[in-house]
C-alpha cells in the first residue's frame, strides 16, 4: 500500500512538472522574460500565452503605382490659310541658304565652334545645333536619318531596346508609307518620330507655301495615320534659311540640325569599324546632337559599343522633347 501512495505521488509529480513544457508560440510578458518557440519558459510558474487577436485588422499595403508614361506632345502647326498672312512678314528675312557644317575646330568643351557661333545665331527660331544649357549638361542626343529602309532599322532598334535609350528616327512621307510597321515599333518603343520633309527638297530653293506643305504633308499623315504628333524637324540636307526657321518655328516645330556627323550615308562606301567608331567619339560634349544614317551597317554594328562608351564617359541618352 505505501509503495502504491509512493507511486502514485511520483506520477502526480511529473504530470506537474511536465505542465511547464508546451508546443506554442512563446513571447516576452511585462516582466521582460522571454521564451523561445517551443523552449522552456525562464519562469517555470508562467505558463506561456497565445498573443492576443488585433481588434482591428491590419490594412494591407497599398501597392506602388506604376510608372506612367508622359502624355503624348500635341501639336497644331495650323492651316495653310492660317499661316499665310505671315509669309509677307517672313520675306523681310534671309532666304539664302546659310552654309554650315560643325568642322574639324572644338572649344575647350570639345563642342564645335562652329555650332556654338551658330547656335548664338538661330536658336531665337528654336533651331538646335547642339541642346544647349545647364539642364542638357552630361546629356547627348542619338539621331538617325531614314530616307529609305536599306534593311538595317529593326537591328537598330533592337540595339537601343536592350540599351534602354530613345532615339529620334527623322522619317520623309515616302519612308512612312512603305515602312508603317517599323514607325509603329518606333512609337511602341519609345522613340521620337522627326519630320524630315514629306519629299526631301532643299527647303530654301522652294516658295514658302511649297515649304509648308512639306511639313504638313507629313504631319498629317503620321498624325492619321499613327495618331502622332511630330514636333521635331530635321531640314534635309541640313539646308535652311532664316525664313525658312521662321515657318518652322510657326508651325510649332523645332528645327534640329547636329554637333556630330560623318560620310556614313552611302551603303557602297561604308567606314571600317574601328576607324568609325574612333570618329563618332572623337569629342563627345554636352547637348550633343549624334546625326547617324540608318542606311549604314557600320553605324549598326557599332551603335552598342558606342553607347556604352558614351555611358562610360558619364554621360547620358536623353529622349529629345520640345
Avoid at 557644317?101 to 547656335?119: S, Y
Avoid at 540599351?163 to 512612312?176: D, E, Q, R
Avoid at 546632337?289 to 549604314?296: E, G, K, N
Wanted: aromatic residues 12%; hydrophobic residues 35%; negative net charge.
Amino acid at each position: 500500500m505505501k509503495k502504491t501512495k509512493i507511486t502514485a505521488l511520483f506520477l502526480a509529480f511529473c504530470l506537474l512538472f511536465s505542465g511547464c513544457f508546451s508546443g506554442g508560440e512563446y513571447h516576452a510578458d511585462e516582466e521582460g522574460i522571454i521564451s523561445g518557440e517551443k523552449g522552456l519558459s525562464a519562469n517555470i510558474g508562467i505558463t506561456p500565452s497565445v498573443p492576443e487577436s488585433s481588434s482591428s485588422e491590419s490594412e494591407p499595403e497599398e501597392a506602388p503605382p506604376e510608372s506612367e508614361e508622359p502624355p503624348a506632345i500635341e501639336n497644331d502647326i495650323g492651316s495653310l490659310e492660317e499661316l499665310s498672312p505671315y509669309f509677307a512678314e517672313f520675306a523681310d528675312l534671309g532666304s539664302e541658304q546659310i552654309p554650315w557644317g560643325p568642322g574639324t575646330n572644338f572649344d575647350e568643351t570639345g563642342k564645335p565652334i562652329a555650332c556654338v557661333q551658330l547656335q548664338e545665331q538661330y536658336s531665337k527660331w528654336d533651331a538646335d545645333f547642339f541642346r544647349s544649357g545647364d539642364e542638357h549638361k552630361g546629356k547627348v542626343y542619338l539621331t538617325f536619318d531614314e530616307g529609305y529602309e536599306n534593311g538595317y532599322t529593326p537591328k537598330i532598334l533592337d540595339v537601343l531596346k536592350e540599351k534602354g535609350v530613345s532615339a529620334v528616327f527623322f522619317v520623309t512621307l515616302s519612308y512612312a508609307k512603305s515602312e508603317p510597321e517599323l514607325i509603329q515599333r518606333m512609337i511602341d518603343e519609345g522613340h521620337v518620330i522627326g519630320n524630315h520633309s514629306a519629299r526631301h527638297p532643299n527647303m530654301t530653293k522652294i516658295s514658302m507655301e511649297e515649304a509648308y506643305a512639306e511639313v504638313a504633308d507629313l504631319h498629317n499623315y503620321i498624325s492619321e495615320n499613327f495618331g502622332y504628333d511630330m514636333y521635331l524637324f530635321r531640314p534635309p540636307e541640313g539646308a535652311f534659311s532664316e525664313r525658312s526657321l521662321a515657318l518652322l518655328q510657326k508651325m510649332n516645330y523645332r528645327t534640329v540640325c547636329w554637333s556630330f556627323a560623318y560620310n556614313d550615308w552611302d551603303p557602297e562606301n561604308q567606314m571600317e569599324h574601328e576607324k568609325a567608331f574612333g570618329r563618332v567619339t572623337k569629342s563627345i560634349h554636352d547637348g550633343e546632337i549624334f546625326l547617324l544614317h540608318a542606311v549604314s551597317s557600320t553605324n549598326t554594328a557599332i551603335l552598342g559599343d558606342v553607347i556604352d562608351y558614351v555611358r562610360n564617359q558619364g554621360f547620358t541618352f536623353e529622349k529629345y522633347l520640345p
